[in-house]
């Protein structure tokens, strides 16, 4: 069975940084496409970033965060991170990690297969 695990998120300063971890089990995901999502209530899953499978793992970010935040991911321990800097109230929402075989169109959220159940980012002003 796959699990997709978050872990990293918390309450922090606007301008602070926090590092977000997904670690996933039950399949290795050396050339699947894993992403980063994020929610707030009443609205739409949105995409954050992703590390394209069948590009290497090359990096895709969200307008809305490029420079301020990095995906990565460790292959031999099946984590996927996300490391976010300059966090701003905006970015404060719930995260997810997702994985997929075989997504065609990286950013909608409904071409992923594997989820997790999220974790929380809070940023104060």
């Known amino acids: 069975q796959v699990q997709l695990v978050e872990s990293g998120g918390g309450l922090v300063q606007a301008g602070g940084s926090l590092t977000l971890s997904c670690v996933v089990s039950?399949?290795?995901?050396?050339?699947?496409?894993m992403a980063w999502f994020r929610q707030v209530p009443g609205k739409e899953r949105r995409f954050v970033a992703a590390?394209?499978?069948?590009?290497?793992?090359?990096?895709s970010y969200a307008d809305a965060i490029q420079g301020r935040f990095t995906i990565s991911r460790d292959i031999d321990k099946n984590t996927l991170y996300l490391q976010m800097n300059s966090l701003q109230r905006e970015d404060t929402a719930m995260y997810y990690c997702?994985?997929?075989?075989?997504?065609?169109?990286?950013?909608?959220?409904?071409?992923?297969?594997?989820w997790g159940q999220g974790t929380q980012v809070t940023v104060s002003s």
């Open positions: 997702a994985a997929s075989q075989r997504v065609a169109e990286i950013t909608p959220p409904d071409g992923y297969e594997y």
């Open positions: 039950g399949r290795t995901f050396s050339r699947d496409t």
């Open positions: 590390t394209i499978g069948w590009l290497g793992g090359s990096p």
